[in-house]
């Protein structure tokens, strides 16, 4: 196959789109067919409905990129075509219908070889920012849901920053992170929920400093702080194991499918975290999110007090790897970044109105978070990120630019 670039392609992919859709505009007037009447098409010329509501779409699509996955197959072509020929259409129309889609096909093979690979390489040309790769993102996390035997609903990534009442130059982070619809697919899977690293900066290593704390008091300190008010009720073991790298916190064997299923958060405090300006050595911010589990839906929100409004410009990074926080996190430039161009939407309401049917009694949730930190709850602001299928074994970013020291 000789090189090309991706131009090469995306050229002669659209050239021979509207070729097809030429040819097929004329046989359709040739015929007195209403394109934008697939269901009638369909009854009058006995003829599948999908196949002609499949048909309408590459007639009418404004971006014919956006229909190539609409072309039918040279079977349902062949079918169309023959019932065209007994309908009085012209036979130079049905011909030139036959050699389009024959040029088509041969463009596929040409490129990519097949419809399915094709398919994933438009996947990554979506014009939509939510639907980048998504195709590609969902066929992944049924694989992966099968290979590892656990899926989860929805992963929630909850970062609340809020001003230190004794020293407001510095800010107190409330992280919540956890999983609801957290299911094994095999009896036999041990699972790390959460984990512990010994590094330095990021989310992941603040948890192993001695300032945090649990959000949520108890008599005596939970297994990884696990809220257990707002966790299943009856949570299955979860056995804190060690390793080289620090601690896992590891959901032993149990059922399979919904009768497994839990809901499980993990929660806490750092007060006086971190600065709440620039450095030379430290101009941003930013929250992270490792998907280490194949998951339908990520929800990660950022709340804060109103003064802190810089933190809710967070732009989105996802990047190909699960970033190792002992060295500096890539940004949008580095060839581990995925091309999945999400952004982040503003939650509306004073206070905000976080609720979710992904995740019970989140607003009762925010309330506790306040609780703790001293803040009005109406006094908060909220953006957040809901993603589809993230990729597995990526790490999501939500990253801010700090003010300036004054």
């Keep these: 196959m000789p090189t090309e670039t991706l131009n090469d392609f995306e050229t002669h992919c659209r050239e021979s789109l509207d070729g097809l859709r030429a040819a097929l505009i004329r046989l359709y007037a040739s015929a007195g067919i209403d394109p934008d009447s ?13 196949l002609t509501w499949k048909l309408s779409k590459v007639i009418g699509a404004t971006d ?15 079918i169309f075509l023959k ?6 259409a012209g036979p130079e129309a049905i011909d030139g ?14 490129h990519v070889g097949d419809r399915p690979t094709l398919e994933l390489v438009l996947d990554g040309m979506a014009p939509g920012a939510t639907d980048r790769l998504e195709v590609s993102r969902k066929l992944a996390f049924r694989g992966n849901s099968g290979i590892w035997g656990v899926q989860a609903q929805t992963r929630l990534a909850l970062n609340v920053l809020a001003p230190n009442k004794d020293n407001p130059d510095t800010l107190d982070i409330v992280t919540v992170r956890g999983y609801s619809g957290f299911r094994r697919l095999r009896p036999s899977v041990r699972w790390p929920l959460f984990q512990v690293r010994e590094w330095s900066t990021g989310e992941d290593a603040m948890m192993t400093q001695p300032n945090w704390e649990p959000l949520e008091e108890g008599d005596s300190p939970s297994v990884a702080n696990i809220m257990a008010s707002f966790s299943s009720e009856r949570m299955p073991e979860i056995r804190a194991e060690q390793s080289s790298e620090g601690t896992d916190f590891v959901l032993m064997p149990g059922p399979v499918g919904n009768f497994g299923a839990i809901d499980c958060y993990q929660g806490e405090l750092m007060r006086s975290a971190v600065s709440k300006y620039a450095t030379n050595d430290d101009p941003i911010g930013e929250f992270g999110a490792a998907i280490s589990v194949p998951l339908e839906t990520l929800v990660m929100d950022i709340v804060v007090e109103e003064s802190l409004a810089f933190a809710l410009e967070a732009r989105v990074i996802v990047l190909g790897q699960i970033s190792r926080q002992s060295q500096p996190t890539p940004d949008e430039t580095s060839s581990a970044a995925l091309p999945i161009t999400d952004s982040v939407r503003v939650i509306s309401g004073q206070p905000p109105a976080l609720a979710t049917p992904r995740i019970e009694r989140y607003p009762e949730m925010l309330e506790l978070i306040c609780e703790r930190l001293g803040c009005e709850p109406k006094r908060m602001r ?25």
């Design 64 to 78: 014919n990129l956006a229909a190539v996955n609409h072309v039918p197959g040279s079977g349902a072509m062949q």
């Design 97 to 110: 219908v036959r050699n389009a889609a024959k040029r088509f096909d041969e463009m596929v093979q040409l």
């Design 38 to 50: 697939p269901q009638d098409v369909a009854r009058r010329f006995k003829l599948n409905k999908t």
């Design 382 to 406: 909220a953006v957040r990120l809901e993603m589809k299928y993230p990729p597995l074994g990526s790490t999501v970013l939500l990253r801010f630019d700090l003010p300036q020291r004054p």
């Design 83 to 88: 019932s065209m020929s007994t309908s009085g």
